[in-house]
């Protein structure tokens, strides 16, 4: 029988479920955060949900959760003892993931910017992650793991729900880029305004962290949902890989697999 490792990456839109055997990556899927379940809920949908993807429920014999909703956890974690018969590890104090936060107040930096952080480092450092999520994170990791500074800023989605909920006639619009910058409706100015708006925020900061870290040859891996659409548009992103995150659990669960 195949172990497997189960890795769910707790988001505050989505919760992202990655199943490996070994470094590789077998599927994911993904399910819904604000959705309040029983840890039955959770244990059934999850259970489901492997087996409904091509995993063996059965074989899956570890499990790690990078969280940033604790009001999640109880329910969740428990879902993994009764139905996995697996006490998860959890990232968070006293997990070894081999970053060293150099920043003000080290408690502060959330476990989803550090798992990022440890799968953008396999890569080589020093690098810039961006995460492309419900806020769009910029982290600068040097060569030896020192996480340097993060910065936060609104995200793609967020900024779209500001427009159309807070504006009395602008419409929920679909976010994807316009044929061009050239907006010819109220629909394209609002796509216009998100997508190239964001290249051109996510453009400005790489050129100003490398201007002021002084690490002229930092590497910049993007992940995320709406992550793909950026980095297509601009030559400083350098990869877009779209399981960044849980590949850094991985890595995490490797380190504290003794």
């Known amino acids: 029988m195949t172990n497997l490792l189960l890795t769910i990456d707790v988001g505050n839109t989505n919760i992202t479920f ?23 809920e959770y244990g059934i949908d999850i259970w489901d949900l492997v087996d409904y ?8 014999k570890h499990v790690i959760i990078s969280s940033v909703v604790p009001a999640v956890m109880h329910s969740l974690s428990s879902a993994i003892v009764k139905y996995f018969k697996i006490t998860p590890l959890v990232v968070g104090p006293g997990v070894k993931t081999g970053i060293r936060i150099v920043t003000g107040n080290p408690g502060q930096i959330g476990a989803d910017r550090i798992v990022d952080a440890v799968g953008a480092l396999e890569y080589g450092g020093p690098v810039i ?6 806020a769009t994170t910029y982290d600068l990791i040097s060569a030896e793991g020192d996480f340097l500074t993060g910065i936060t800023a609104p995200g793609i989605r967020m900024s779209a729900k500001a427009l159309w909920e807070d504006t009395a006639k602008l419409p929920e619009i679909e976010i994807k880029k316009p044929q061009s ?7 394209e100015s609002m796509q216009a305004g998100l997508i190239f708006g964001q290249i051109g925020q996510t453009e400005y900061i790489i050129r100003a962290l490398k201007e002021a870290s002084g690490l002229s040859n930092v590497k910049v ?10 980095s297509d548009e601009t030559k400083e992103i350098e990869i877009y890989d779209p399981n960044l995150t849980l590949n850094g659990m ?9």
Not at 21 to 31: L, Q, Y
Not at 129 to 134: C, E, L, N, P, R
């Open 181 to 187: 910058i050239m907006a010819r409706d109220t629909i």
């Open 250 to 258: 991985r890595l995490i669960y490797e380190r504290n697999s003794n």
């Open 53 to 60: 993807n091509g995993a063996e429920p059965r074989e899956i």
């Open 18 to 40: 990655g199943v490996f055997e070994g470094s590789k990556i077998k599927t994911t899927f993904r399910m819904m955060t604000g959705t309040r379940r029983t840890s039955d």
């Open 221 to 230: 891996i993007a992940t995320g949902g709406l992550g793909r659409v950026i």
């Open 129 to 134: 992650a961006i995460d492309f999520g419900t």
